[in-house]
């Protein structure tokens, strides 16, 4: 059952489920993939969280469809939206994609890593290996611009937020916080605990898809040394690089990084040939 | 609190709307909510703030500033977007776009009148939502999904006694302080898409009303929604003015939006019937 709500006078807050889990984030990705397929004039944008989507719609122009009778717009909206996910159907997804971020754990880029360690009774590099072994999903994206909300983290490094959070948590940490795990993409304040950062910029404005993530998306981190992060930074400011890797991508958008697949092209092969090196995958 | 200074370069079409904050050029006060033709070389100073704190000025054509994400406005916490994503300093330049064909009519109806170091239209469009601005607000609101979850006390207090804003207000919310606002009992929120007026308690029991530089989600009970008409009031409200909440219903509130929407429509087409001698795409207005 789908649950619709008033928010303000533009927005329908649609709910999905109660609780975080895959089912009901599965739930929701369906629900945008059909609001994307069915583009109704009167909608602006929607924004899917974790158990629930924000349709922004304008009023007015809800007027040139509401036939007759009495309806105010967010009568129209709710009625609209309950018809087009009548025959949702989460099983039908499409493939999601994978997105490889790099990560140079530890050190300056990390300050917090070896607290995490010491309160699970780890070292530093099976926090790291726990940490990039896994898969994550991209739940949400929330907070501040490209920030994504990732399930699926072990509990095995779980750790509380700072009691006094940081004034500045420098742009493209990674970080911690109780069960979640995340990437800050612009400089902000901040509590979670820094393990290390990626040289990826996840908020990119000039772009016609500003955030490097978006929801339903699969991350894995892939640990990256010193001398690696401070190429890919290289790479990140030269501006040749972009528009080559910009032109190379074909039907993926535009991603600058050539590291994202598409499920059903996964294959097995060099996941992070370092930066100037041709990919041994072809 | 003190306004800018804009020195025009050139004769150009202006107009200011929303706060009083005493503008004038030459000394002489510049009337708002109306065209206004500005002689070259002139300087507009806005000085004391009599009524809001948040003035729009207009040019004819329109800033001449890049677009990004599809918006020509700046967002101070992401440094995108206007001029280098900053607010405007001293010394900085602007350029605008060419007039298009209405505001080039008005131009040449307002020209002859153009003696002195302006000259402004004997008109002015309605703008009856700034004439409610006093030390006290009173802000109609929806009460939000999470309204249930606050204490019968503290349900109570939001509709009764005034909050504060606090000098922490910015672009992204105006925050409040007063009676604090206390869930029943303690639980986690699960984040969920926010929308313009949108209240949340923070952790410390008070409102935090979102405003136009708000984030897209939030993790905090949402326990009211001010109604879209009187959002202009918390933009204008200044650090000690006091907020009243005055609940109403969802679909009231849609209806006064809608009332305003076309009240605005029949400005702009009484504007063009006006100064357009050709009458062309005027927009069709269904009453409801």
Redesign the interface.
């Known amino acids: 059952m789908i649950a619709f709500?008033?928010?303000?006078?533009?927005?329908v807050?649609a709910e999905f489920g109660?609780?975080?889990n895959e089912t009901v984030h599965k739930k929701v990705r369906a629900a945008a993939r059909i609001l994307d397929n069915h583009k109704q004039q009167w909608m602006i944008e929607y924004?899917p969280?974790?158990?629930?989507?924000?349709v922004?719609y304008d009023?007015?122009k809800c007027?040139a469809e509401i036939k007759g009778g009495?309806l105010?717009?967010?009568q129209f909206v709710c009625q609209t939206l309950q018809t087009l996910w009548s025959g949702l159907n989460p099983e039908k997804m499409s493939q999601s994609r994978t997105v490889d971020i790099p990560v140079c754990y530890g050190g300056e880029f990390g300050p917090d890593l070896a607290y995490v360690a010491k309160i699970n009774g780890l070292t530093e590099e099976e926090v790291v290996q726990i940490h990039s072994s896994r898969e994550y999903v991209v739940y949400?994206?929330?907070?501040?611009?490209g920030f994504p909300?990732l399930g699926g983290m072990s509990e095995k490094i779980a750790a509380p937020r700072k009691k006094t959070p940081r004034l500045a948590v420098p742009a493209r940490s990674v970080g911690i916080a109780g069960m979640q795990t995340g990437i800050y993409p612009?400089e902000?304040p901040g509590g979670w605990q820094i393990i290390g950062r990626t040289p990826l910029e996840l908020?990119r404005?000039?772009k016609s898809e500003?955030s490097l993530l978006k929801a339903g998306d699969r991350v894995r981190f892939k640990p990256i040394s010193v001398e690696e992060y401070l190429k890919w930074e290289e790479i990140e400011d030269d501006d040749d690089f972009r528009t080559r890797a910009s032109n190379d991508h074909s039907g993926l958008g535009p991603v600058r990084f050539p590291k994202i697949r598409h499920h059903h092209e996964r294959s097995r092969g060099s996941l992070f040939p370092p930066p100037g090196q041709p990919s041994r995958r072809k | 609190m003190f306004g800018p200074a804009v020195k025009f370069h050139k004769q150009t079409l202006i107009s200011i709307c929303g706060a009083d904050l005493s503008a004038t050029i030459d000394n002489q006060p510049v009337p708002l909510f109306r065209p206004v033709l500005v002689n070259e070389g002139k300087e507009l100073h806005f000085t004391v703030a009599r009524k809001g704190m948040r003035a729009y000025l207009a040019v004819a054509g329109g800033f001449r500033i890049p677009k990004i994400m599809n918006s020509h406005s700046t967002s101070l916490i992401t440094k995108i977007g206007g001029v280098g994503g900053r607010t405007l300093e001293a010394g900085d330049e602007l350029l605008f776009n060419r007039p298009g064909a209405l505001s080039r009519s008005i131009i040449s109806a307002l020209k002859p009148k153009l003696k002195g170091p302006f000259a402004a239209a004997g008109w002015s469009a309605w703008h009856s939502p700034y004439d409610k601005i006093t030390k006290t607000l009173y802000v109609r609101v929806v009460k939000g999904r999470h309204f249930g979850l606050f204490s019968p006390e503290s349900r109570n207090s939001f509709f009764h006694s005034p909050y504060i804003v606090t000098s922490r207000s910015d672009r992204m919310g105006c925050r409040l302080q007063g009676e604090p606002l206390r869930l029943t009992e303690r639980q986690e929120i699960i984040s969920e898409p926010v929308n313009d007026g949108t209240i949340q308690v923070s952790s410390d029991g008070n409102p935090i009303i979102l405003l136009a530089e708000r984030q897209t989600t939030g993790g905090y009970p949402k326990i009211a929604q001010v109604a879209a008409v009187d959002i202009p009031l918390i933009a204008q409200a200044k650090p000690g003015d006091r907020i009243r909440f005055v609940p109403v219903s969802h679909e009231e509130a849609q209806k006064l939006f809608i009332r305003r929407e076309v009240a605005l429509r029949e400005i702009k087409w009484g504007i063009r019937l006006k100064y357009l001698d050709k009458q062309e795409d005027v927009p069709c207005i269904r009453w409801i």
């Open positions: 709500y008033p928010l303000g006078e533009n927005a807050l109660t609780s975080i924004i969280a974790f158990t629930t989507i924000a922004y009023p007015m007027y009495n105010l717009p967010y949400m994206i929330g907070f501040s611009p909300y612009l902000s908020f404005p000039q500003p």
